[in-house]
């Protein structure tokens, strides 16, 4: 599966990725569609602390849960893809990410 992205990238989402993402994060599950939002649209992308290739993008969503951010993380190289995705109350990690909105 590929996700276009607000950076012009299309990010790859591997099955076993797919499968980490509901497997360790169940409470994404019945949000999970709305992941395609999160990387075209989100409302801050952030560089990892561990990784300045991983970015987090972050989107909030306030009917999920009071008032919860999706945040998908992804490993910028050659062949961008999808390391895994979660909830969030919060804007966890890194600096801010500049780039062009759209």
Known sequence: ???????????????????????????????FSKLKDVFAKPEEIRISKSDPQVL??????????KGKYIVGVVKMSSRSFVLTAYLSKSKLSGEKYEYEKG
Do not use: C, Q, W
Not at 21 to 27: A, E, G, M, T, V
């Open 1 to 31: 599966m590929k996700y276009k992205s607000v950076l012009g990238k299309d990010f790859e989402l591997t099955a076993e990725r797919k499968k980490h993402i509901l497997n360790f994060h169940p409470d994404l599950k019945l949000y």
């Open 56 to 65: 987090l993008f972050y989107r909030y969503f306030a009917k999920i849960r």
